[in-house]
Nanobody, 124 residues
Framework: QVQLVESGGGLVQAGGSLRLSCAASGRTFSSYAMGWFRQAPGKEREFVAAISWSGGSTYYADSVKGRFTISRDNAKNTVYLQMNSLKPEDTAVYYC?????????????????WGQGTQVTVSS
């Protein structure tokens, strides 16, 4: 069992930066690959980024590549999403999730555990 709590969301102007954190409980955190997703009003939940259990492999949606960076600290049971050069279209609720071992990183239904989400609003 893994419980996830996101933090770090807020209101930022276009071009600004935010760093999201996802704190996990449970001793098995380091065995899970982790992902970040986002969901804007009226839209489906979409993949943003993922990171392997060791941190050695990372994956990004084309829309955030070069602007967002995912990382993790297994000693702190935390995964991060550094978001730079934010755009109004990045506005959404951001969720972290723990990936079922051996699954593909992009489909939301491949993830076992989800946080409650944190709101990110980018003003133009």
């Amino acid at each position: 069992q893994v419980q996830l709590v996101e933090s770090g969301g807020g209101l930022v102007q276009a071009g600004g930066s935010l760093r999201l954190s996802c704190a996990a409980s449970g001793r098995t955190f380091s065995s899970y690959a982790m992902g970040w997703f986002r969901q804007a009003p009226g839209k489906e939940r979409e993949f943003v980024a993922a990171i392997s259990w060791s941190g050695g492999s990372t994956y990004y949606a084309d829309s955030v590549k070069g602007r967002f960076t995912i990382s993790r600290d297994n000693a702190k049971n935390t995964v991060y999403l550094q978001m730079n050069s934010l755009k109004p279209e990045d506005t959404a609720v951001y969720y972290c999730a723990a990936l079922t071992p051996g699954s593909s990183v992009q489909p939301p239904n491949e993830y076992d555990y989800w946080g409650q989400g944190t709101q990110v609003t980018v003003s133009s």
